[in-house]
Nanobody, 121 residues
Framework: QVQLVESGGGLVQAGGSLRLSCAAS????????MGWYRQAPGKQRELVAT???????NYADSVKGRFTISRDSSKNTVYLQMNSLKPEDTAVYYC???????????????WGQGTQVTVSS
């Protein structure tokens, strides 16, 4: 019922920047929570940054001061600006959204297909 399409991943040298985008489409009444997670090889998926209720942001300690999450609610799109990238930021980045399909319904969680970010040293 909802598709999350990510873009913007790639290969970058340490210290460089990338901007990820994630657009949600489908049957959407509202998206209370939308954000980014990442999973490095051999590691568990972890939270990177999220936007709650369009105003509250939450960041992993490892990315504070380097990454910025933003949101365009009119386009159901969330962005992740990643600056001062480090090799340890290398991972598959996944978009996540809790989507309310209609008023007074419980939001349902969705994941994107993931986009690879590789930071070379």
């Amino acid at each position: 019922q909802v598709q999350l399409v990510e873009s913007g991943g790639g290969l970058v040298q340490a210290g460089g920047s990338l901007r990820l985008s994630c657009a949600a489409s489908g049957t959407i009444f509202s998206i209370p929570v939308m954000g980014w997670y990442r999973q490095a090889p051999g590691k568990q998926r972890e939270l990177v940054a999220t936007f709650t209720s369009n105003t509250v942001t939450n960041y992993a300690d490892s990315v504070k001061g380097r990454f910025t999450i933003s949101r365009d609610s009119s386009k159901n799109t969330v962005y992740l600006q990643m600056n001062s990238l480090k090799p340890e930021d290398t991972a598959v980045y996944y978009c996540n959204a809790d989507v309310q399909h209609a008023r007074y319904t419980t939001p349902r969680g969705y994941w994107g297909q993931g986009t690879q970010v590789t930071v070379s040293s």
